[in-house]
């Protein structure tokens, strides 16, 4: 063993020296012996299993040692803890890190420095995601515990294949980032890709943890679309890292980051997979009719509303007979834009009241907006529509960047017509094929078409089919049989 302090004065002192003696309650140094030997316990309160700890001191107090043997300059010295993670440390920097992680350290007389790993972070229990609910299937769901969330993969995937390479990043934060992966599966290019991203990230925190991460990894500066795919689903991430994908868990955060990911990927659910592939296949098209419609349904509708020589005869009901003295572009972005603000305020309201809220918006605004003229009833109604068919987008973060999109496009129809509807929408396809995240082409198997991968993307087939490793994981070996 190699000391790292003189002594252990100069262990406490260096302690005192990083923390202020007495100036943040949570930093603990306490006098303890090991066996007969005399040594300084640091950790941090709050981060530390309390009653592993007390048994384990306990435990050192029955264990004595044979007279005369002096096991504090002998390699022995650390196995005689008992059932225990135990480390030697020969780095200062390295061991505060490890007290800020939870680990508590040992600094003996001679200045010897060890931790053990009896981290207990505060948390709550794995329970099924609000944002990822199944009719039928697991109800456990990620936490803000890493450890807890590694083990939750683990569960599902008992396979020495399985790696979490641990990482920290930014200065003051010190945010532990395990990068979850099948040996094999796995794409080596992409691991480079994301270590050396991990690298290069300078900063002071990610207090936003994995949203924060991501705009890190892929420079997504103002892109609003989302480069990977969010889940707090264990089994919809054990899914994907047999698919070839990594998984990126940060310490915090009750979400794990999935890469590389697709436009498509984001319109998946586990439901489909819960049911039989045909049932299976008709929720996947559903969904995705639903959020082709969610974009360009309202757009359309103004369209031929306010220029009906597009509508055949038998279609001439469409549009709102009179628009009264609002124009029906104010009504439209007024009532869209209302919408998304009853969502926030549904968000921050207290669930006791939430219900009365609704009541309020559903039935007082609106249809007291309704009677005054401040909206026509068709207004009302293609709005609702829209909303409803943005809700069934699984990923949020794509739900709110289809409306932002919406509302682009509908804009440049009322400044254009019907070019500028169909202008909108290339220009949209265009930005959405230019774009690569991690090298990977983010409307594929669009663009570049891949019939096979496309009609895959598009039925639900049965497990037991022969369906190999989606291409864009680059994985080395795509046989999911071998």
């Known amino acids: 063993m190699e000391k790292l302090f003189a002594s252990m004065k100069e262990g406490e002192d260096w302690f005192n020296q990083c923390f202020g003696k007495g100036e943040t309650y949570d930093a603990v140094a306490r006098n303890v012996h090991l066996w007969d030997m005399p040594a300084l316990l640091l950790y941090m309160n709050g981060l530390v299993d309390d009653k592993g700890l007390l048994t384990l001191l306990t435990r050192l107090q029955w264990n004595q040692l044979e007279d005369d043997e002096d096991i504090e300059e002998s390699e022995k010295f650390l196995s005689y803890f008992p059932y225990q993670a135990v480390t030697e440390v020969k780095d200062r920097d390295e061991l505060l890190t490890n007290i800020l992680t939870g680990q508590p350290a040992f600094i003996t007389q001679n200045g010897y420095a060890f931790i053990i790993d009896l981290r207990a972070y505060p948390g709550r229990q794995p329970e099924e995601p609000d944002t990822e609910k199944v009719i039928r299937g697991a109800r456990d769901g990620f936490t803000e515990s890493i450890v807890q969330n590694t083990a939750l993969v683990r569960r599902r995937l008992r396979t020495e294949d399985l790696r979490f390479q641990m990482h920290q990043t930014t200065v003051n934060g010190k945010t532990d980032v395990a990068i979850a992966f099948i040996q094999g599966a796995a794409s080596e290019e992409h691991l480079d890709y994301i270590r050396q991203r991990l690298k290069e990230v300078e900063h002071d925190g990610l207090t936003m943890t994995d949203k924060s991460l991501e705009e890190f990894l892929f420079k997504q500066r103002f892109h609003p679309m989302p480069f990977c795919r969010f889940t707090e689903r264990p089994d919809i991430c054990a899914a994907h890292l047999l698919e070839g994908h990594i998984a990126i868990i940060v310490d915090t955060s009750p ?228």
Not at 318 to 337: C, F, M, N, R, S
Not at 360 to 366: F, L, M, S
Request: glycine share 4%; net charge neutral.
């Open 255 to 482: 979400s794990v980051m999935l890469v590389p990911a697709t436009l498509l990927q984001h319109l998946q659910h586990a439901e489909e997979y819960r049911q039989a592939p045909l049932i299976g296949t008709f929720v996947r098209l559903t969904r995705f009719i639903g959020a082709a419609l969610s974009l360009i349904l309202l757009p359309f509708w103004y369209l031929v509303a306010t220029e009906q020589h597009y509508l055949p005869d038998f279609l001439s009901y469409i549009g709102p007979k009179d628009i009264g003295e609002v124009p029906l572009l104010v009504q439209l972005l007024t009532a869209d834009v209302g919408i998304e603000i009853l969502r926030m305020a549904a968000i921050h309201t207290p669930s006791p009241l939430s219900t009365a809220m609704g009541l309020v918006a559903a039935i007082v605004i609106g249809q007291v907006a309704i009677d005054v003229g401040l909206f026509t009833p068709e207004v009302v109604l293609y709005v609702a529509v829209s909303a409803i068919l943005t809700f069934a987008i699984p990923s949020f973060e794509l739900s709110i960047t289809t409306k932002v999109f919406r509302i682009i496009i509908l804009l440049s129809t009322a400044l254009l017509g019907a070019p500028g509807f169909f202008l909108s929408l290339a220009v949209l396809f265009y930005y959405l094929c230019s774009l690569k995240p991690m090298n990977v082409p983010y409307m594929w198997p669009v663009v570049p078409f891949f019939p096979n991968a496309m009609l895959r993307v598009l039925i639900r087939f049965p497990m037991t089919a022969d369906v190999p490793r989606p291409f864009i994981t680059h994985s080395p070996n795509r046989d999911r049989l071998k």
